[in-house]
């Protein structure tokens, strides 16, 4: 195992929750309307393009490239300002001593995430020293649950995917962890994520060892 490559929301911070909360705010800005707690997986985990048009499709709206573009931006300023008070108690349980264990392991660690504002928001959990890269959602061809994240992720600390673990915690990050060839670790419930490899419960249950363990029955299979 040389490398990790860490989802963002719902992995290191529960940012997720602010995502949906700054979409059911631009859609009552702008229509009016109410969005359904269900809708909120199909926005998880993905980019904010792809989780405007999963939402206007829900509604059955459509908007010019205009308007669509400039409600993808004031969604981002909604969330930044929902961001605002993020510190790192903000961190999720266990996902401070899962990076040290990496570390003293000399695990390579990239985020892999979706969202735009990565950057700033390790900068607010005072995490941006713990990664060796971040990758560029914006320089990829296609959001998860493509693996042109993962594959750019493995890629900026010099690896391949094959050699590394990728921690998600949405459907359609584990179909983009497998598809890229690393190894997929789930945290969240079986039902939701059947397709990881390796699952876990919650962050707090992430362990070091029952990871490496994992990753050789899985590079010994490859």
């Known amino acids: 195992m040389k490398g990790v490559l860490f989802d963002l929301d719902g992995v290191i911070a529960d940012t997720s929750v602010y995502h949906f909360q700054a979409w059911r705010k631009l859609i009552k800005n702008h229509f009016n309307l109410e969005l359904p707690d269900e809708l909120e997986k199909q926005t998880k985990g993905v980019n904010r393009s792809d989780s405007l048009k999963a939402i206007l499709n829900f509604l059955a709206i459509s908007v010019s490239k205009e308007q669509f573009n400039e409600m993808t931006n004031e969604k981002n300023n909604i969330f930044r300002n929902l ?29 892999a995430s979706a969202s735009l504002n990565g950057p700033f928001i390790l900068e607010k959990l005072q ?80 362990n070091y060892k029952q990871i490496e363990t994992a990753w050789k029955k899985f590079s010994l299979e490859k």
Request: some cysteine; proline content about 6%.
């Open 127 to 206: 995490l941006t020293d713990a990664f060796d890269a971040i990758a560029d959602p914006s320089k990829v061809a296609a959001g998860k649950p493509a693996p042109d994240i993962f594959i750019a992720a493995a890629e900026a600390i010099n690896l391949k995917p094959q050699d590394c673990v990728g921690i998600e915690d949405s459907i359609a990050g584990i179909t983009a962890i497998n598809k890229s060839g690393a190894l997929s670790v789930g945290v969240g419930s079986k039902k939701d994520l059947k397709d990881a490899k390796v699952l876990f419960p919650k962050t707090a249950a992430l």
């Open 83 to 111: 961001l605002a008070n993020l510190t790192p108690a903000n961190i999720l349980p266990g996902i401070n001593e899962l990076i040290s264990s990496f570390k003293k392991n000399n695990v390579r660690l990239c985020l």
